[in-house]
């Protein structure tokens, strides 16, 4: 996919999508609807949708929402489920995916190990520009992006931000940074 924005129909914005995963509680579907300019779509049971394409059997909640970045740049935002079980949706998904906010609930080292799990196997599937999201930095005991980076044991040049995921502004800085690591990694655009 190219940015140029002279690939696009005039008035047509160019659109990325990014996903917003992380273990249950942390804040995934707060964030998508904080930011989200059109009522957010839920999908609890994909059995039940009419593509019928994935396997009946999976249960999962994905939250969509959609946010306009420029007159010419608008983002999908998918909140996925992280979990055990990785699947075929995880799959598709990361495909059409162009990049990833993996976000870690900052009063929950328990979910620590699951976060690094969802990083790692986005990445194993197909590198993207992605970034960490510390959720939940308005509580008191909240671990600070700096604890947060060793014990994730992530390198340097991963973003780790604060982020208060009901809280418009702060999702809204999140997203903008991740746009910009986008928008400079033109090579790990999805495939067609
Ligand atoms: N104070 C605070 N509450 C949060 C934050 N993120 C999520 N929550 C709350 O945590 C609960 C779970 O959030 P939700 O978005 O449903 O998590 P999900 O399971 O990842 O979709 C909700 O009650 C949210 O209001 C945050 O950054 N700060
Ligand atoms: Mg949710």
């Known amino acids: 996919?190219?940015?140029?924005?002279?690939?696009?129909?005039?008035?047509d914005p160019q659109l990325v999508t990014i996903l917003v995963s992380?273990?249950?509680?942390?804040?995934?579907?707060?964030f998508v609807s904080a930011l989200s300019e059109i009522e957010v779509v839920t999908t609890r049971r994909l059995a039940s949708d009419p593509a019928r394409i994935l396997p009946t059997a999976t249960t999962v909640r994905v939250d969509w929402g959609r946010?306009?970045?420029?007159?010419?740049?608008?983002?999908?935002?998918?909140?996925?489920?992280?979990?055990?079980?990785?699947?075929?949706?995880?799959?598709?998904?990361?495909?059409?995916?162009?990049?990833?906010?993996?976000?870690v609930d900052s009063t929950r080292p328990d979910t620590f190990r699951e976060t690094k799990a969802i990083i790692e196997f986005f990445q194993r599937l197909r590198p993207m520009p992605y970034l960490i999201a510390a959720t939940k930095q308005d509580h008191p005991n909240a671990w600070t992006p700096d604890e947060l980076r060793p014990a994730l044991r992530l390198p340097e040049q991963v973003a780790v931000l604060p982020c208060v995921a009901t809280n418009r502004e702060s999702c809204a800085q999140v997203t903008l940074e991740l746009i910009d690591r986008i928008l400079a990694a033109p090579a790990t655009a999805p495939r067609a």
Not at 22 to 30: E, L, R, Y
């Open 67 to 103: 946010l306009s970045i420029a007159r010419d740049l608008a983002a999908d935002l998918f909140a996925l489920p992280g979990g055990r079980t990785f699947d075929l949706l995880w799959e598709i998904l990361a495909r059409a995916t162009t990049g990833l906010i993996a976000l």
């Open 22 to 30: 992380g273990a249950n509680g942390v804040g995934k579907s707060s």
């Open 1 to 11: 996919m190219s940015m140029a924005p002279a690939a696009q129909p005039a008035g």
